[in-house]
């Protein structure tokens, strides 16, 4: 294995286009979306790079229109899992040995690809099957992706060049960057098909081998980045595409003595099962799995008496609402000073007011739906919690329909309460939950803030206040993996602000950084002694 020093020319962030009336992307993206609902396609497994149909189906169903069927899947079971394993490991043994500026070449070919033809397929499969509107599906399945395969590129290049400080006359001392023994478990979510496509490739351009298992509701883009990763070059059984259910597929698979690592996204239920389940086998494995997770979020804002009002209604709106609350980093509990709250309560509620929600074929939508039927039972009911509870009240939204798609008003609660029931547990939808404090207990409440959740993913703070914004970041040095100053927490960017959090929020592995892909390595060290001493005899022994 060669790990010659080069360099693959620096990364930049992809531009996000505009799709501003009359634009030829507006025209395009429509033409795409169109084609895609006039059709309906079905999905196979990928295992070694060749279809596999099970007869097990699934449908990927429109959630702004959940009568409409996009595609219909096969599910992988335990016959299909064993024979992914046994293709990735005939995979490894060429792939983990390729020169690393020819794994690098494919992933700028995907690039390049995601970035031109493949752009309206991933954003328009993105924005129907995951009810995202064209601003977030164009930031993340276009944007945020095209920036993990070049920035990933120009970060393993980091890596190989870190090397031994110093050799000695005589000596070299070197560092080799090994593949893991094995495969690496991706397992992927539903609200970010940057991250889906991110989890797999970021082992496998380390030269890993991957199987990858899909959220069950984001199947269709996963199916269509597949074929991103084939015309790019990547060989056959690299990665591996076995969507199905994960409490069935994920128990076969950590079964296996060849498990080398899992690289998560989704609940932190599942997540410490996972974990709990590789303790459990942990004497079978071949070598010590590496774990890498992002989980759930119960994110923040905190505003001090000094804050830009103005600017904070608009975090609080971009942070909660944008694509539903549906991120990990969503704003969820917000904490403003009782100097500030009038002013803030009436600029808030009436833009709210302003905010369209319907089908992502209209753009000037701001919102859509929520994600299936069971996400939109399980908001509704902390809504309904709210509106029965004498510690709260609902100032905009509160309303949902599931008649047509699954509609949820944008809906913010205010609590007496800082530890009410909405203030503490993830809800991963439109629900915002604030608490009004006394201006002059600016510091009892971050403490209050920093001991609210067990998680600790992201959080922003407002304030003109340099001493405050400085006291603030103090408090809440653990509370928040990514922290955002007089800005929502929302948004991380490739290459800016690597992403992940601590606590039940992750192993903060930071995606996005070259400290993740460091988990995908297993270091040799090398000492080459030109000239060997030939006599065990060391000077000490000498008689005098």
Same mark, same amino acid.
């Given at each position: 294995m060669s790990n010659a020093i080069y360099k693959v020319a620096k990364a930049e962030n992809e531009a996000i286009k505009s799709y501003s009336i009359g634009s030829l992307e507006k025209k395009s993206l429509k033409a795409k979306l169109k084609e895609l609902k006039n059709k309906q396609i079905e999905?196979?497994?990928?295992?070694?790079?060749?279809?596999?149909?099970?007869?097990?189906?699934?449908?990927?169903?429109?959630?702004?229109?959940?009568?409409?069927?996009?595609?219909?899947?096969?599910?992988?079971?335990?016959?299909?899992?064993?024979l992914a394993i046994k293709e990735s490991q005939k995979a490894w043994k060429k792939w983990s040995k390729m020169h690393w500026k020819s794994r690098v070449a494919i992933f700028k070919k995907m690039a390049v690809l995601l970035a031109g033809p493949y752009r309206d397929l991933l954003n328009a499969s993105t924005m129907l099957s995951q009810s995202k509107t064209v601003f977030q599906a164009e930031i993340d399945a276009a944007v945020e992706m095209i920036d993990f395969f070049n920035f990933n590129a120009e970060y393993l290049t980091e890596i190989y060049q870190t090397q031994p400080k110093y050799? *000695?006359?005589? =000596?070299? $001392?070197?560092?080799?960057?090994? !593949?893991?023994?094995?495969? +690496?478990?991706?397992?992927?979510?539903?609200?970010?098909?940057?991250?889906?496509?991110?989890?797999?490739?970021? *082992?496998?351009? =380390?030269? $890993?081998?991957?199987?990858?298992? !899909?959220?069950?509701?984001? +199947?269709?883009?996963?199916?269509?980045?597949?074929q991103l990763f084939k015309e790019a070059g990547l060989p056959d059984g690299v990665i591996n595409f076995i969507p199905g259910r994960g409490s069935k597929i994920g128990k076969m698979i950590m079964d296996s003595e060849l498990l080398a690592g899992i690289h998560f996204t989704g609940s932190t239920a599942v997540f410490q099962n996972m974990w709990k389940t590789v303790g459990n086998n942990i004497s079978k494995y071949r070598s010590y799995p590496r774990i890498v997770g992002e989980t759930g979020g119960k994110d923040f804002i905190f505003a001090h008496k000094s804050a830009d009002v103005d600017?904070?209604?608009?975090?609080?709106?971009?942070?909660?609402?944008?694509?539903?609350?549906?991120?990990?980093?969503?704003?969820?509990?917000?904490?403003?000073?009782s100097n500030i709250w009038k002013e803030f309560e009436e600029k808030y509620v009436k833009e709210v007011k302003t905010i369209k929600m319907g089908d992502v074929d209209d753009f000037t939508n701001f919102m859509t739906a929520v994600i299936d039927a069971p996400a939109f039972e399980s908001i509704t009911e902390y809504i309904d919690y709210a509106k029965k509870h004498d510690e709260a009240k609902i100032i905009t939204g509160?309303?949902?329909?599931?008649?047509?798609?699954?509609?949820?008003?944008?809906?913010?609660?205010?609590?007496?309460?800082?530890?009410?029931?909405?203030?503490?547990?993830?809800?991963?939808?439109?629900?915002?939950?604030?608490?009004?404090?006394?201006?002059?207990?600016?510091?009892?409440?971050?403490?209050?803030c920093d001991e609210t959740s067990p998680y600790a993913l992201t959080g922003a703070i407002f304030s003109k206040d340099r001493e405050a914004l400085e006291l603030g970041k103090d408090i809440l040095t653990h509370a928040a993996g990514n922290f955002y100053i007089n800005d929502k927490p929302t948004g991380a960017v490739v290459g800016?602000?690597?992403?992940g959090g601590a606590r039940?929020?992750?192993?903060?592995?930071?995606?996005?950084?070259?400290?993740?892909?460091?988990?995908?390595?297993?270091?040799?060290?090398?000492?080459e002694t030109f000239n060997p001493p030939k006599d065990y005899r060391y000077p000490f022994m000498e008689e005098k």
């Amino acid at each position: 294995m060669s790990n010659a020093i080069y360099k693959v020319a620096k990364a930049e962030n992809e531009a996000i286009k505009s799709y501003s009336i009359g634009s030829l992307e507006k025209k395009s993206l429509k033409a795409k979306l169109k084609e895609l609902k006039n059709k309906q396609i079905e999905i196979p497994l990928i295992i070694g790079g060749k279809e596999i149909k099970t007869g097990n189906m699934g449908e990927c169903r429109i959630p702004h229109d959940h009568k409409h069927i996009l595609a219909t899947y096969h599910k992988a079971g335990e016959k299909e899992v064993q024979l992914a394993i046994k293709e990735s490991q005939k995979a490894w043994k060429k792939w983990s040995k390729m020169h690393w500026k020819s794994r690098v070449a494919i992933f700028k070919k995907m690039a390049v690809l995601l970035a031109g033809p493949y752009r309206d397929l991933l954003n328009a499969s993105t924005m129907l099957s995951q009810s995202k509107t064209v601003f977030q599906a164009e930031i993340d399945a276009a944007v945020e992706m095209i920036d993990f395969f070049n920035f990933n590129a120009e970060y393993l290049t980091e890596i190989y060049q870190t090397q031994p400080k110093y050799s *000695p006359d005589g =000596m070299w $001392n070197s560092l080799e960057y090994r !593949p893991l023994e094995g495969f +690496v478990f991706a397992v992927t979510p539903f609200n970010f098909t940057s991250i889906a496509g991110n989890l797999p490739t970021a *082992p496998a351009l =380390m030269g $890993n081998v991957a199987l990858w298992k !899909p959220a069950s509701s984001s +199947v269709y883009s996963a199916y269509f980045t597949m074929q991103l990763f084939k015309e790019a070059g990547l060989p056959d059984g690299v990665i591996n595409f076995i969507p199905g259910r994960g409490s069935k597929i994920g128990k076969m698979i950590m079964d296996s003595e060849l498990l080398a690592g899992i690289h998560f996204t989704g609940s932190t239920a599942v997540f410490q099962n996972m974990w709990k389940t590789v303790g459990n086998n942990i004497s079978k494995y071949r070598s010590y799995p590496r774990i890498v997770g992002e989980t759930g979020g119960k994110d923040f804002i905190f505003a001090h008496k000094s804050a830009d009002v103005d600017a904070l209604v608009t975090a609080v709106i971009r942070g909660a609402f944008e694509y539903q609350g549906q991120k990990c980093s969503a704003a969820s509990r917000i904490y403003i000073p009782s100097n500030i709250w009038k002013e803030f309560e009436e600029k808030y509620v009436k833009e709210v007011k302003t905010i369209k929600m319907g089908d992502v074929d209209d753009f000037t939508n701001f919102m859509t739906a929520v994600i299936d039927a069971p996400a939109f039972e399980s908001i509704t009911e902390y809504i309904d919690y709210a509106k029965k509870h004498d510690e709260a009240k609902i100032i905009t939204g509160g309303n949902y329909d599931n008649s047509k798609g699954y509609f949820i008003e944008p809906t913010t609660i205010v609590t007496t309460n800082p530890k009410f029931k909405t203030m503490e547990e993830e809800i991963f939808g439109p629900v915002v939950t604030i608490h009004v404090y006394d201006e002059n207990k600016y510091e009892e409440m971050l403490h209050i803030c920093d001991e609210t959740s067990p998680y600790a993913l992201t959080g922003a703070i407002f304030s003109k206040d340099r001493e405050a914004l400085e006291l603030g970041k103090d408090i809440l040095t653990h509370a928040a993996g990514n922290f955002y100053i007089n800005d929502k927490p929302t948004g991380a960017v490739v290459g800016q602000q690597p992403f992940g959090g601590a606590r039940a929020s992750g192993t903060n592995d930071k995606a996005g950084s070259p400290s993740n892909l460091m988990r995908w390595v297993s270091m040799r060290t090398v000492k080459e002694t030109f000239n060997p001493p030939k006599d065990y005899r060391y000077p000490f022994m000498e008689e005098k």
